[in-house]
């Protein structure tokens, strides 16, 4: 098992930075690929970006330029840093980990979730 927990979320103005965060416990954390998916209200979960057990990251186009992942191992801790944030990003961010070393960016790949973090860019 794997539990995850993210934070760093919050109400921001068009063009501000936020880092999300997203700690993991459990099983050995450097066997997992980690990534973030968001969810605005009525429409369905979304890819946002993942990264392998290696370092190897894959980012939604829709955020590309904007937004980067990366995690450090010894805090177990993976990491969305998000910048030129526009009210179109508004949603609910989760973390998610992945069994394997492969990049992942269907949601069904996932096998365990955080709660989520809200996130609000107003204009």
């Known amino acids: 098992q794997v539990q995850l927990v993210e934070s760093g979320g919050g109400p921001v103005q068009t063009g501000a930075s936020l880092r999300l965060s997203c700690v993991a416990s459990g099983r050995t954390f450097t066997t997992y690929a980690m990534g973030w998916f968001r969810q605005a209200p009525g429409k369905e979960r979304e890819f946002v970006a993942t990264?392998?057990?290696?370092?190897?990251?894959r980012i939604a186009d829709s955020v590309k330029g904007r937004f980067t992942i990366s995690r450090d191992y010894a805090k177990n801790t993976a990491y969305l840093q998000m910048n030129s944030l526009e009210p179109e990003d508004t949603a609910v961010y989760y973390c998610a980990a992945a069994l394997g070393s492969l990049l992942r960016d269907l949601s069904s790949e996932y096998d365990y979730w955080g709660q989520g973090t809200q996130v609000t860019v107003s204009s």
């Open positions: 990264i392998t057990f290696g370092g190897v990251t």
